[in-house]
């Protein structure tokens, strides 16, 4: 009975002491919110700000750090976190990580696409295409394109315009992931047709069950990527 | 022929008189010597634990990395740009790099470059603040080139500079010389430790200064505050009117966490803050804030700020100020524009308000911005873009009402005002 009491008194304290504490940290991203939405879902009808909630912690991490040092080109973004240390951008990062992930779409209407093209985006991001050695994106993904911890990202409920952005700032070589760079790699082995597709076809998938990120090591990508310590040795 | 004789004959005063002129310019900038590189005389400078320590706190305090350090470049390789008004500077290799950097330098060379502003490169851009650094200690000089010496070399080799003829020959900098630059009296005895760390290693002047049009320091405009050439800030007075509302620990604080009640360093100042003053030792921090408080005000000269080239003839003013200031920013600044301790600066004779320059408000309001994180304020709050959420009218509309309410500053901003500021670099 006391044993009880004492329980729920002390889960009475603590409780409402943690929630303040993070609800408390949000308040001081408002600037974020602005672009990003409250809660890292982002914004209704943005044609191209991405969604943060859910993310892997430590792909949000290494997001952030690469807009401060320069490995990942943004004015606004830059403008924001060029004076935040290591340990402050790590709790930004873990912040929108475990907030519930967006389950909506993209809000923008892309362009509808032709059901030959749909075909063509859909195998490519389930199967791949062997012939230009391009391993499927569900390979790192995710088969559910929910991600992987610590270091890749869910595909889903992406604007087409920033899915398509990014793939033109890895080939420019003004988005840098820690070597060996894969999405580098993958970004050059895709026509920019093919790209166009599979952007679209990805702003229309959505996460309506809210998974989360795959655990880390739950699979093996296919190909060595510098943010997944795991895939060092994948072959 | 005769008439070119009679020409030459009245030329021959004038040729003279600017000649004198000439003459005169070249001795005030320092004559000669300048340009006279010292020879090694062989004196070795310690490199012991205790040197190289107070080194990387005098380079820190000197904001030496900041400036010679790319983004996400090697420390001290150089190669970070500078825009000025003829073109963009990018800072040398500071690291022992024989080739590349200053290994092959001696103290007597560095010292020289120090003071005054030549190196074996030839006369350097004043972007380099040695006219600030030449009263440096000897002794200070020696730590700090001992600290760079220990650092790991590197072979970068910055961009070549990108300037407009004739700022990118060298010897055209002699003449800049001739009218801008003269000599600072010999190192600074370190009786006042505040103004010797202001005028001298922080080079607070640089940017607290109030400048001519082209950009040279005004007369009299030693820390009289103006809007920082290249970079489209202004940078307030420093001296004791300013300062008021701060208590001296309480400066000293925001110098070191870049927070406070009375204001947050943003823009070029968080900068300074992040990559220098956040080292401050304490003594040193309220050295500099007993010095600042210590200079007396000097009159404002009535200089005319606008953010268009040519100010419209019939200001509009729209929307309702007080209105939009109780929806969107009264939450964070406070009704009376007081603030929010520990989380939101005030606004109520905040530099932004009281400024003569409205530059710096209407950036905040259509860009927003993060606070700088700092031992003293490692989970700092962020003020929101309002450049999508509210028209140009209105963000006219309000940022007129703080200035008039929290600042006493006379404000007629119109949409065209606000226009003229998007979509500009923010540095």
Known sequence: MLRATLLVLLLALASPARADDSADFGERLAACAACHGQHGEGVRGAEYYPHLAGKPAGYLFEQLKGFRDG?????????????????????IAQWYAELPPRTRGADTGAAELTAERRRVAQNLVEHGDPARDLPACSSCHGANLAGLEPGVPALLGLPADYVIAQFGAWREGVRNGAPPDCMHDIAGRIAADDMRAIAVYLSQQSNVDGLRPAPAASFLPPRACGSLPHAQVAK | MKTWRIAGLVAVPFVLAALAIGIFLFAQQGGLAPYRLPVDDGRVVAGDAATLRRGEYLARIGDCAACHTARGGAAYAGGRGFATGRGVIYSSNLTPDREHGIGAWSIAEFAHAMRHGVSRRGPLYPVFPYEYF????????DAIYAYLRSLPA????????????PANLRPALVLWRM????????????????????DGLGHCAMCHSEREPGGALASGGHLAGGRIPGSGWYAPPLDAKQLQRYPVEQL???????????????????????????????????????????????????????LLPEPQRQPEVAGDGAEIYRHACADCHGNDGEGKSGRYPALRDAVAAIAPDPINAVRMVLYGGFAVTTAGNPAPYSMPPFVQQLSSAQIAA?????????????????????EAMHGIVLD
Not at chain 2, 134 to 141: M, P, Q, S
Not at chain 2, 154 to 165: C, E, I, K, Q, Y
């Open chain 2, 134 to 141: 030449a009263t440096l200690a000897d002794a200070d000089i």
């Open chain 2, 398 to 418: 309000v940022t007129n009402y703080v200035r008039e309410n929290f600042g006493a500053q006379r404000s007629r901003l119109t949409a065209a005002d606000i």
């Open chain 2, 179 to 198: 009218l801008h630059y003269r000599p600072a009296p010999a190192a600074a005895t370190d009786d006042n430790r505040g103004r010797y760390l202001v």
């Open chain 2, 252 to 306: 000293a604080a925001y110098l070191r966490s870049g927070t406070s009640d009375h204001g947050a360093a943003y823009g070029p100042m968080a900068e300074v803050v992040y990559r220098s003053l956040q080292a401050l030792r304490e003594d040193d921090a309220i050295a500099i804030a007993r010095y600042l408080k210590s200079i007396p005000a000097r009159r404002a000269r009535e200089a005319a700020f606008t």
């Open chain 1, 71 to 91: 490995r990942r080109a943004s004015t606004s973004m830059t403008w924001y976190v060029r004076f935040a240390d290591d340990a402050f951008l790590q709790r």
């Open chain 2, 154 to 165: 590197s072979a970068n080799v910055p961009p070549p500079n990108r300037l407009d003829f």
